[in-house]
């Protein structure tokens, strides 16, 4: 049965920081330079040759004002991206609006803080093993699923509804999905939904073993593709009910859809069964038709199965006349981070009319059946499907679109 058609929910304001720019704007330009942030891989002493998108400034400054107990990379990036684009006013004055206690936060995080578990697994006691220091009274505030959640509703003092999303790469695409049904049952008035994902060793020689890791920067959708580049991100957006918030011009999200696979830990399923119904639901929910769609922000990781799959199921919903690209060869995947990232470059696009194409792709697949976009183009886009697959088939699919 399909979904009923949904109540727009207004992007009020959004924030977004990534490898390659520091709010919105600063991505945007990155974008239309077409600026990479991928960098050969620099990330504390791991010997892996390969590129990273890394947030450059981390390292420098630790969370302080009450917030130590939460410091941590995640949390240092987290604070970051809250800082860019006016973002924190904005939250100040939707909790004049509505209150304190009305605004939920949803996060989405797959890392979360584990790297602070590194580093303590590698401090610990030679003789007994055991973990030195303050780990184990911070685990709740950085390693802790949970933590990312905790920081951000405590950071912007908040009492409401609170939950962290950990679906890998979906996770905070499907952020946006859990608001809209807070907003529509009633659960709270606002909400503020992100992702925050930053790198750590555990990712990084994960995906090394499981060979996914490109040795140059990412090439999606390209012939010769060999894998994907990491990267790390921080976005947040403030959603409101569009019936509350009434401005013509609005960006909001018009649809989403979700679905779970079940078909392997990693591997996507081959005919992209679940990538489709994820796909078909957001437009429904969304009331168009797959011609209404401007443009499709592909998950597109540059490694040869997601691609190939990703395609196949694209061209099954769309046609090969929709023009899509992935925007992974500025960013890196962010996992995490990456349903947040790419939601808000749609929103960007949607703002500035504009189409980023799929950088570092020099020849498109020919195997590929998709309208996959090469280079940068500038033209009104009304409408903007965004796909988040994550391992373990969670797949999640976003429409946005002018209001």
Not at 51 to 58: C, H, T, W
């Amino acid at each position: 049965m399909s979904p009923e058609p949904m109540t727009p929910v207004t992007l009020s304001a959004y924030t977004l920081v990534t490898a390659n720019g520091r709010g919105v704007n600063a991505v945007s330009q990155a974008l239309r330079e077409c600026r990479s942030g991928l960098t050969p891989c620099n990330f504390e002493d791991a010997l892996l040759k390969t590129y990273i998108g890394r947030v450059d400034g981390l390292e420098e400054f630790a969370l302080e004002d009450g917030l130590e107990r939460f410091d941590c990379r995640n949390n240092r990036l987290g604070w970051l991206g809250l800082q860019q684009d006016g973002f924190m006013v904005s939250v100040a004055e939707a909790k004049q609006r509505y209150g304190t206690d009305r605004i939920a936060v949803i996060m989405g995080t797959s890392t979360s803080g584990i790297l602070e578990t590194e580093h303590a697994y590698r401090n610990r006691d030679p003789h007994t093993g055991a973990l030195q220091g303050s780990f184990t009274s911070r685990y709740r505030y950085t390693h802790n699923m949970f933590s990312l959640g905790h920081f951000v509703r405590s950071y912007l003092g908040l009492r409401g509804p609170a939950l962290v999303i950990s679906t890998a790469c979906s996770s905070s695409a499907k952020v946006f999905a859990t608001a809209a049904r807070y907003l529509q049952v009633g659960l709270c008035d606002a909400a503020i939904v992100g992702g925050v994902d930053s790198l750590c060793l555990t990712t990084l020689y994960g995906f090394s073993s499981l060979q996914l890791l490109s040795s140059q920067p990412c090439r999606p959708c390209d012939e010769d593709r060999d894998g994907l580049s990491l990267g790390e991100a921080a976005g947040y957006a403030l959603l409101e009910s569009s019936q509350k918030v009434r401005r013509k011009g609005a960006i909001a999200l018009l649809g989403y859809g979700e679905s779970t696979d079940g078909y392997h830990m990693s591997h996507p399923h081959p005919e992209g069964v679940g990538a489709i119904r994820a796909m078909r639901q957001a437009l429904n929910r969304a009331g168009l038709q797959p011609a209404d769609i401007d443009y499709i922000n592909l998950h597109g990781t540059a490694t040869r199965a997601n691609d190939t799959v990703e395609d196949k199921a694209v061209h099954e919903v769309f046609g090969s006349q929709t023009a899509a690209s992935s925007t992974k060869g500025w960013t890196g995947h962010a996992l995490g981070a990456a349903g947040i990232t790419e939601a808000l470059i749609s929103a960007i696009c949607l703002t500035q009319g504009f189409v980023p194409g799929t950088l570092n792709c020099q020849r498109v697949d020919s195997a590929l059946c998709s309208h996959i976009l090469r280079e940068n183009q500038s033209r009104p886009v009304r409408r903007v499907l965004s796909n988040i697959f994550g391992f373990g088939g969670n797949n999640c699919s976003l429409v946005l679109g002018v209001l």
